[in-house]
């Protein structure tokens, strides 16, 4: 018994060494904390926070226009249109991000860089102090294959 829960503490530890927590700021101030691979690259360009590992490429966009999680899923399509055009939900789920209901749309889309029909995860959420668009896309079926690697971060999400 008593290795057991060695072991499991042990496996713990190195499972959160593994992690590291960032901070997401927007017009100055922390808005969202996420808890993401250690090996992942986060870089952040204006508006955009893009995390970067082996499984995905997830985007995060704060939509200060947006009060409430259902004004942000209607400006979707301006706020991923560097990354995703044409994007057209064919399910919408309500899931629960940072401790609050999120809508968890996917569909069909198009690669804003090269055009290539694709797919689009986009998942519209809150932390009480802004509204947030995150989303992984790809051509074919890719945002499927990304979508577990993203719902897997924003389960970390909380207000900073």
């Known amino acids: 018994m008593k290795l057991t829960i060695v072991c499991l503490l042990i496996a713990t530890s190195v ?3 593994e992690n590291t927590n960032i901070t997401i700021v927007a017009n100055g101030s922390p808005v969202l904390g996420l ?4 090996s992942a690259t986060v870089t952040t360009k204006q508006e955009k926070t893009e995390i970067k590992t082996k499984e995905m490429t997830l985007y995060i966009w704060a939509i200060p226009t947006a009060k409430t999680v259902d004004e942000g899923a209607a400006q979707i399509p301006n706020v991923i249109a560097r990354e995703v055009v044409q994007f057209v939900a064919t399910t919408t789920n309500t899931i629960t991000v940072a401790g609050a209901p999120a809508k968890h749309l996917m569909g069909r889309a198009v690669e804003a860089d090269d055009y290539d029909p694709g797919t689009a995860d986009v998942v519209v959420f809150t932390t009480g102090k802004a509204i947030f668009a995150a989303c992984v896309h790809g051509e074919a079926n890719d945002a499927v294959r990304e979508r577990e690697p993203m719902l897997s971060v924003l389960k970390t999400a909380k207000a900073p």
């Open 35 to 38: 808890t993401v691979p250690q």
């Open 15 to 17: 499972c959160l060494a």
